[in-house]
């Protein structure tokens, strides 16, 4: 077939209709090399002009490779515009809309009921100027016991309640030990309050061998019952967020006298009688008292000079009757059907 001007008009035009159309780089690479690679069309263009008269062969060579020129332009061009599209769509599936709504949403959590009653707690007391004090868990039977006047024969000693660790050590079975590694050799006046964990060998839906407790004390000069109920009171109000009343039952601690159990009245039944309140209209609180003269003693207080009151209440408890759960193992066993309740 005559090589001439024609053909290679036509060649051109298929070639820019198929590179316009080449969708991808690959397609694009295949287009460039029907037309221009060696055993393209254009190159056959070429070897065929070997055939044409002198004259003939140069004009016709010369438009092949104008052509051949142009074609590449257009492949070039192409190649540019889909580079640009693919880096467009790329950039298009990295964006993240923001204002999208999420898959799920996560479950929220807050704070434990106990760390809520806790922190309430804290939160009166630090009002009433009393300053926290901590103490550790694993004790010696002196902090424990001992300078708490508690005798080496005092049933609160029994195996049977306190948890035995190595090195004749105990887990402190209330947060007491801390009265003891606060008063010592500090001078009235003071006042504390000792948050925190304490270990007792029990286990029943009241009881749990691990609990929290509160211990508060203070000590000054001319201290009385009557400052240590004013101050009762005042946090009881605070608790319940209401009036309350409480009692007050004769009971004997070794590091107390007088000692008191505390009960306030039941505030879901108004002494009426209730569940809660095992029908007896008042709920048990926690001890108190003034600090017994051979604790401050023991401490290196004088105790002609200074009294003092201590008392001390379980908080999971509190957090209980606040939240009407029905079993202290609820509170930790981390179960979200019950955490996300209260
Ligand atoms: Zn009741």
Known sequence: MPVGADNLERLEEEARREIAAAESLQALTEVRARYLGKKGSVAGVLRSIGDLAGEERARVGQLANATKQ????????????????????????????TTLPGAEEP??????????????????????????????????????FEALNIPEVHPARDEQDTF????????????????????TGRT???????PGRVYRHDLS?????????????????????GDLKGVLYAFGRHLMAREIELRFRANHFPFTEPSAEMDYACLLCDRQGCGVC???????????????????????????????????????????????IPNIRLLFEGDLRVLGQV
């Open 70 to 97: 142009r074609i590449e332009e257009a492949v070039g061009e192409r190649r540019g515009a889909l580079e640009r599209s693919d880096r467009d769509r790329a950039l298009d599936a990295e964006r993240i809309d």
């Open 107 to 144: 479950p929220a959590g807050h704070l434990h009921p106990v760390t809520r009653v806790f922190r309430d707690m804290v939160e009166f007391f630090t009002s009433m100027g009393f300053s926290i004090e901590e103490g550790p868990e694993v004790e010696t039977e002196y902090h424990c």
């Open 164 to 183: 035995y660790v190595e090195g004749g050590n105990v887990l402190r079975t209330h947060t007491s030990n801390v009265q003891i590694r606060a008063m």
């Open 188 to 194: 009235p006046p003071f006042r504390f309050i000792a």
């Open 205 to 225: 839906p009241r009881h749990y061998p691990m609990f929290h407790q509160i211990e508060g004390f203070l000590v000054d000069e001319d201290v009385s019952f």
């Open 278 to 324: 095992s029908n007896s209209g008042w709920i048990e609180w926690g001890g108190c008292g003034m600090i017994h003269p051979q604790v401050l003693e023991n401490c290196g207080i004088d105790s002609d000079r200074y009294q003092g009151f201590a008392f001390g209440m379980g908080v999971d408890r509190t957090a209980l009757l606040r939240y009407g």
